[in-house]
């Protein structure tokens, strides 16, 4: 394999969010740095996220909440946050002419709500900087000599250089080249590295009612996960959005609960419930039901249910009990049979038995082990001319805008210090 003659000072790979970011910030420090990316283009993933609007930044200005959405790996990320912090990332798309808007939860947005302007902008950034950008070019490995690395090799040859960024992502959207790839050659270089799992992702439930409900939204629902294990162990409550599917359930509530979910999965299926009235104590919502049952008498079960279920619930929750009740006439419904018809409200139950796996995963965990990085400039505790940034490293975050902001960050820090 040829080797070319132009040594570089950066030599980042990946040209996803942290690689072009880490890319810019090298070349504006005035290094010489060259982008490998093995799609045709940079920043294809970065185009589809947010569902194409991309949710560029989680805007929580609290930066102890802020952290807390990192779980364990937030003891090790304070020096990398306190280098380049929320506010820092959003000075910077906005001072670049991107106007960013701040909705529920606090994600932000572009304001024009195209995820091909973030792209365009750090393209702009990249190339603006005269980093020299080779796409279309897919990277087999590193080159090593004498327990260094020294450059690496592709289709076309190797390419040398002091310096490297390892940004290839991890394995979730395969489809747009993120196949995790880069975090297996680590394991060649002596670094711990985690098994990649699918992070964000929906889950399959195995009732019949969740599937005929596919395509429904409830908004400011809570549902709780646990298994059969004694005492409850693990047992856990979320309250948020729940999107019913042809296979089960997804929605940012289910989304943000996957990860845990994942480690109930473990000891067997997961039972699940449903509160549709997280915010009415059970008594005032058998008052509830019992004013409507009185305003409507006559009318069997079936037809009154729509006066206390959820919009487009009505027909799932009607089938949950016995044709002889939903034909019963409200005023013919006894106390125990309200008091059970009340509970199901508080506690529809659904089976969680898997979820969609790594293809439909929103960001997968897994890679280098965060004790082997020093995390106050992304450099290898082993290689002292390698870095890493954005999903290459082993960290748990959920939705919301806190894995782009990871990759913003961890981005502009190695960029920083390479």
Not at 16 to 28: I, V
Not at 267 to 294: C, H, W
């Amino acid at each position: 394999m040829s080797i070319r003659q132009e040594n570089y000072d950066v030599i980042v790979i990946g040209g996803g969010p942290s690689g072009m970011m880490a890319a810019g910030r090298a070349a504006e420090r005035g290094k010489r740095v060259l982008l490998v990316e093995k799609n045709k283009d940079v920043g294809k993933k970065l185009s589809l996220t947010g569902g194409g609007r991309c949710n560029i930044l989680n805007a929580e200005e609290d930066a102890k909440k802020f952290m807390e959405n990192y779980g364990d790996s937030a003891k090790f990320l304070y020096s990398t946050f306190a280098k380049y912090s929320m506010q820092d990332a959003k000075d910077f798309f906005e001072s670049k002419g991107l106007p960013i808007v701040v909705e529920a939860r606090k994600r932000a947005f572009p304001e024009s709500q195209k995820a091909v302007d973030v792209t365009k902008l750090m393209k702009r950034y990249v190339t603006s900087n005269q980093v020299e950008l080779k796409a279309d070019t897919k990277v087999l490995g590193f080159k090593i000599e004498n327990e260094k690395i020294i450059g690496i090799e592709t289709k076309d040859g190797i390419y040398t250089g002091d310096a490297f960024v390892l940004a290839t992502g991890g394995a979730s959207y395969k489809e747009t080249g993120s196949t995790g790839e880069g975090i297996s050659w680590l394991k060649d270089l002596g670094h711990t590295v985690h098994k990649s799992n699918p992070n964000i992702v929906p889950l399959i439930a195995s009732d019949d009612w969740v599937k005929d409900l596919s395509g429904t939204t409830l908004s400011f629902m809570k549902i709780t996960f646990g298994t059969d294990r004694a005492k409850n162990e693990g047992r856990f409550s979320k309250v948020g959005k729940i999107l019913f599917t042809h296979f089960g359930v997804s929605g940012p509530l289910i989304l943000n609960s996957s990860h845990e979910v994942k480690k109930l999965l473990e000891y067997g299926e997961v039972r699940a419930s449903i509160d549709m009235y997280p915010d009415t104590e059970i008594k005032t919502l058998q008052n509830k039901v019992l004013d409507i049952f009185n305003k409507n008498k006559n009318k069997m079960l079936k037809n009154v249910v729509k006066e206390f279920v959820p919009n487009g619930l009505d027909e799932a929750f009607t089938a949950q009990f016995s044709e002889e009740l939903q034909d019963t006439k409200a005023n013919n419904i006894g106390r125990e049979e309200r008091i059970e018809l009340v509970d199901r409200l508080k506690a529809m139950p659904l089976t969680i038995t898997g979820t969609m796996g790594m293809d439909w995963a929103v960001i997968s965990d897994g890679g280098v082990d965060l004790r082997e990085v020093d995390t106050k400039t992304m450099r290898s505790k082993i290689h002292d001319n390698l870095y890493f940034t954005g999903d290459v490293l082993h960290i748990n975050r959920p939705s919301g805008g806190f894995s782009l902001q990871l990759c913003w960050t961890t981005g502009h820090v190695a960029g920083d210090s390479v």
